[in-house]
């Protein structure tokens, strides 16, 4: 019954422990954070390279929705899915050689364990 209630504003897990809904917290609960940092970085490109305010919008908001639904929609794993679409010396493949030479994974998964860490910090907090 508590899970359908969550269901409905959203999708929900079972966890085994509640160590787990810290660990949640930085994945889902800050993870919309990170999609629109991303999603911002992407639009002030845009601006840069020249597209309106609108333009870009359209053109940021269709790639992450075209994105996740091919994600949905399929069994393929993102790493699958960056192969497909990046050529061998085409452009994708430029701009993810970009990343990872900044170590731009790795980065997101600190931000996630930072986000975890003071969730942690928080509940520790609040039991004191």
Request: no cysteine; net charge negative; charged share 25%.
């Amino acid at each position: 019954m508590v899970r359908n209630l969550l269901d409905t504003t959203g999708a929900s897990i079972h966890v085994e422990t509640e160590a787990f809904i810290d660990k949640s917290t930085g994945i889902s609960g800050s993870g919309p954070a990170y999609v629109f940092y991303f999603m911002n970085s992407m639009l002030e490109a845009a601006k840069k390279m020249g597209f309106s305010d609108n333009d870009s919008k359209v053109l940021v908001s269709a790639t992450f929705e075209g994105a996740v639904k091919l994600f949905n929609e399929s069994d393929l794993t993102p790493q699958t899915w960056m192969d497909r679409v990046a050529s061998k010396g085409g452009t994708t493949q430029a701009a993810l050689d970009s990343m990872d030479d900044n170590n731009i994974k790795d980065l997101i998964k600190d931000a996630a364990y930072a986000a975890f860490d003071r969730a942690v910090e928080l509940g520790e907090e609040s039991n004191q």
